[in-house]
């Protein structure tokens, strides 16, 4: 009893240390540079952790979330743009004209499996990248085309999401991140996430069992598009500037995917700790590799996803759950160490 006190509480503590670690980031690092590098990270995090609702959980291999990362930035930028409407609000329009989209597009291929449905997202999104690279003007709203959407410069901000320093952007993507974990965790202990659990084994075995198939998947798909769509707004805000292939592309999709897939897709916190890993290692491979070789950083990070997906294809989170219960068991001997020692006194 004393000794699952203790490691009851040490639990508590260590989250607690890290979640101060993590608001204490921006006063450690001063650099723009390294905390801009931060940022990213965990601004994949997020966006992993938002396809896992529906790749992870519900077990549908989708490679076009670009889709939602670019209509949300897309319209909350246009809006911004031509209206002067704050990002705060431009990002709901802009989340709710993902779910809409997520509804229009999963609908009719929710029906497929497997390689049938991904290469269905993948032509869908290759034929939004087209349509916005071919775009000038859409109505009164500027798009680009492919020169791409430089966003309207105002200042200090609050209202339009514009800073000098980075350290509001990290607190904001630190919330986001804080936030995508929260509905991950709703989502895989609630009634829609054993239903995602069950359809993900066996479609056939679940309808049986009463289970809306095609309903819990367009949920799923809908709170996926609306946090991507939130942190396509985001990466909008941070960058200032919308490129058609890099916000709405296949590597904006495939990205999140993989980032998923090596820390742990269809768990809370895997996608998290993929996202934040690979993103600073491919990084730092980038900063000390990328100007020797052309290609040469994308290999050495390939390799590494590859060799991850082999050797782990639980996710990197298999190896921190397994560390954490090394550590919860010495803390339990020690703890009913302690325990005995006590009463024998």
């Known amino acids: 009893m004393v000794g699952e006190m203790v490691n009851i509480d040490k639990?508590?503590?260590?989250?607690?240390?890290?979640?101060?670690?993590?608001?204490?980031?921006?006063?450690?690092?001063?650099?723009?540079?390294y905390l801009h590098v931060i940022i990213m990270c965990l601004l994949w995090a997020y966006l992993a952790s938002?396809?896992?609702?529906?790749?992870?959980?519900?077990?549908?291999?989708?490679?076009?979330?670009?889709?939602?990362?670019a209509t949300g930035a897309y319209i909350t930028m246009m809006l911004f743009n031509t209206y002067g409407l704050s990002p705060w609000l431009g990002l709901f329009i802009g989340g709710g004209a993902a779910v809409?989209?997520?509804?229009?597009?999963?609908?009719?291929?929710?029906?497929?499996?497997?390689?049938?449905?991904?290469?269905?997202?993948?032509?869908?999104?290759?034929?939004?990248?087209?349509?916005?690279?071919?775009?000038?003007?859409?109505?009164?709203?500027?798009?680009?085309?492919?020169?791409?959407?430089?966003?309207?410069?105002?200042?200090?901000?609050?209202?339009?999401?514009?800073?000098?320093?980075?350290?509001?952007y990290y607190y904001i993507i630190l919330f986001m991140l804080f936030l995508v974990i929260a509905v991950s965790y709703w989502i895989k202990n609630s009634k829609l996430g054993y239903y995602l659990i069950a359809l993900k084994e066996d479609e056939d075995a679940a309808a049986a069992m009463g289970i809306n198939v095609r309903k819990s998947k367009l949920m799923a798909a809908m709170l996926s598009a609306f946090l991507t769509a939130?942190?396509?707004?985001?990466?909008?805000?941070l960058i200032r500037y919308l490129e058609p292939n890099a916000i709405a592309g296949g590597s904006m999709s495939t990205q999140m995917v993989f980032l998923s897939i090596v820390g742990g897709?269809?768990?809370?916190l895997g996608p998290v700790i993929g996202g934040i890993i690979l993103s600073?290692?491919?990084?730092?491979?980038?900063?000390?590799?990328?100007?020797?070789?052309?290609?040469?950083?994308?290999?050495?990070?390939?390799?590494?996803v590859l060799l991850v997906?082999?050797?782990?294809?639980?996710?990197?989170?298999?190896?921190?759950?397994?560390l954490l219960q090394r550590f919860s068991?010495?803390?339990?001997?020690?703890?009913?160490?302690?325990?005995?020692?006590?009463?024998g006194a």
């Open 309 to 322: 997906i082999i050797y782990q294809p639980k996710g990197i989170i298999a190896m921190f759950e397994r």
């Open 50 to 69: 938002s396809w896992n609702i529906v790749g992870g959980f519900a077990g549908q291999l989708s490679l076009g979330h670009g889709i939602y990362t």
């Open 100 to 168: 809409l989209i997520s509804v229009i597009i999963g609908y009719p291929t929710f029906g497929l499996r497997g390689a049938y449905y991904a290469l269905a997202t993948v032509a869908i999104s290759e034929g939004i990248v087209v349509l916005i690279n071919s775009t000038q003007e859409l109505g009164p709203f500027r798009v680009g085309g492919a020169e791409g959407l430089i966003v309207k410069m105002v200042g200090d901000s609050a209202a339009a999401l514009q800073f000098s320093s980075k350290m509001p």
């Open 280 to 304: 600073l290692v491919s990084e730092i491979i980038r900063f000390y590799l990328g100007g020797q070789l052309m290609g040469l950083h994308l290999f050495i990070y390939g390799m590494i």
């Open 230 to 237: 939130l942190g396509g707004v985001f990466y909008a805000v």
């Open 11 to 33: 639990k508590y503590l260590l989250l607690a240390g890290l979640i101060i670690v993590l608001l204490l980031v921006p006063m450690m690092v001063t650099r723009p540079y």
């Open 329 to 343: 068991r010495a803390a339990y001997k020690k703890g009913g160490a302690s325990g005995v020692k006590d009463s």
């Open 265 to 268: 897709s269809g768990t809370v």
